[in-house]
């Protein structure tokens, strides 16, 4: 039996120059800065014209580095009609860095987007690298963020965030019993989480990075398309309503053989009744039409349903 209803959408975090300074270990490196070059201003337009191809309005989330060295870029994915979304400065750890250097950076982005999207402020955030702090969901809430796609406690099904959770490392200079206690759940907050997934994201299998030593780039595009289409179809058959969110980067899709990928995988979608492609914030909006947050929850600030 077919899904009744399916939204289906890309995310394209801009990580271009910004992940090789914050994330790839390409800092010092003139060739890996070329290879974000490449990204912002080959892999850009490429995506563009794909989207317009299918008439897809995604989301770009995009780090305030790519935002200002690539400005004719980004005014092309604007003007096209996409959302645009937060991802940092320079692709920072948020875990390596303190509460201020987090605020300042959440700050001066926010501040930026919504000055080069004619004071339409972000709406949704992705932690560089998908990694965040104790401290992630309260600033994000703080700002005002309606939701976030960094977190993994589902694949198909969006959710609302808790604030902090809290669990025991194991300490073997300790007692067994120091550890051997259960997570803490926190407290369920206003704040959607579309989830992310490392499976469904083009960058571990096919991007190279020379310092990771488990770094791939070579995986065949035509196994990764099957690996999302069988994801897809278990949703298809098992669930009645899912979201679908994929995660691509211009470093990556950008490249031929993955545009390609993605060209036969969107019309093998479309075979399917009752998909629509949305941008995130869409995903996020119609969940929470249809999910009350917890009653005293603490909303983003000014929401308004």
Request: charged letters at 20%; a negative charge; proline letters at 6%.
């Amino acid at each position: 039996m077919p899904a009744k209803r399916v939204l289906i959408g890309f995310g394209v975090d801009v990580d271009a120059v910004a992940g090789w300074l914050g994330s790839y270990g390409g800092e010092n490196s003139p060739l890996d800065i070329s290879r974000g070059m490449y990204a912002g201003e080959v892999g850009v337009p490429r995506l563009l014209r794909l989207f317009k191809k299918y008439g897809i309005t995604t989301t770009w989330f995009i780090p305030g580095h790519s935002l200002e060295t690539f400005p004719k870029e980004m005014a092309a994915v604007r003007d096209a009609g996409h959302e645009i979304g937060l991802h940092g400065y320079s692709h920072e750890n948020p875990v390596a860095m303190s509460l201020q250097q987090q605020k300042d950076i959440l700050d001066h982005t926010y501040k930026l987007l919504t000055e080069f999207n004619g004071g339409i402020s972000p709406k949704g955030s992705v932690a560089p690298w998908w990694e965040t702090s104790k401290e992630g969901t309260e600033l994000l809430l703080d700002k005002g963020i309606e939701y976030d796609h960094s977190s993994m406690a589902h694949d198909s099904q969006a959710y609302y965030m808790r604030d902090t959770d809290s669990w025991t490392k194991i300490d073997y200079t300790s007692s067994a019993a120091a550890w051997m206690k259960p997570l803490t759940k926190g407290n369920e907050t206003g704040l959607v989480c579309i989830p992310a997934n490392w499976y469904l994201d083009d960058l571990p299998p096919m991007m190279f990075i020379k310092s990771s030593p488990n770094s791939h780039g070579w995986v065949n595009s035509r196994d990764v398309e099957q690996l999302w289409k069988d994801t897809f179809t278990y949703c298809y058959r098992q669930e009645e309503e899912f979201i679908f969110p994929i995660t691509i980067h211009p470093d990556v899709s950008g490249r031929p053989h993955v545009l390609l990928m993605l060209e036969r995988f969107i019309e093998w979608v479309n075979t399917h009744e009752n998909v629509h492609w949305v941008p995130m914030i869409d995903m996020a909006r119609e969940f929470r039409a249809k999910n009350a947050p917890a009653v005293g929850a603490k909303m983003p600030h000014g929401f308004k349903q």
